[in-house]
């Protein structure tokens, strides 16, 4: 004879069920491991000492230069040595107005790292940073062309880095400052997801004579800081690899068919408690 179902032995085989379910959730998100997100775990072993080094980008083939030389003590005196470019006009009322003031026309580097400057005509600047340049300006206008040493400006406005792989906003992206480091370059790109590998990101740089080269960069190791590569240069690309996880996914979908095998072990499940349940 069949002994009747108490709520007692419903309860009991409902709360099983709730611990199996959330075995197979454990199971599941255990795939990853803990050591591998996180950036620099041992952040408390590095050696700060060596990492205080002021960055300085240097001139590159293909930079874009703005320059602007001020000279406070006859503001004509300096208009030659600016180039600038005219704003578009308004005649929509018959008359020619500048409809805003004019802006500074950038120098585009040459691969042989020259440009040509108004008055001055070709300069060496590949290589050299942004202050040195603002020294060698200055120094072959004083005295030459103006009795005191004019004040010179030099930005590179073309500063561009490039986040690919497993990231969630890929693309590239214009930097404002000459300063930019690898977890600044993440945090434009939204940071990465989380099949990306931590301990293999690539930096792919090129050099003033157009050579190429990989890095490979452990993010996970706080020791980074004192990497020569922390610092990013114009033109920079980080490729962040994926993980096994993800590369199995997106070969065979490993994650559907993992879900998919689990809810068809918990429908088995509940059909066999079904069937008890109605004995």
Known sequence: MNQPVT???RKNVLNYCKLLVWGLVMLVSSCTSYKTVPYMLNSGEVNLDSSAVLFEARIMPKDELTINVNYPEDAEAAMPFNLTVAPPYNNSSGRMLLTSQPTLQTFLVTNEGTIQYPVLGKLKVGGLTVNEVEDLIASKIEGTYLKQR????????????????EVN???TYTVPSEKVT????????KDMTIWGRRDNVKLIREDSTGKKSIHELNLNDADIINSPYFYLQQNDVLYVTPNRTKAKNSDIGTSTSYWVSSISILVSIASLVTNILRN
Not at 150 to 165: D, E, F
Not at 182 to 189: M, Q, R, T, V
């Open 169 to 171: 906003s890929p693309g």
């Open 150 to 165: 004019p004040v010179v400006t030099v930005r590179l406005s073309n500063y561009k880095i490039s986040v690919l792989g």
């Open 7 to 9: 709520n007692d032995m």
């Open 182 to 189: 690898i977890y600044e370059a993440l945090s434009l790109a």
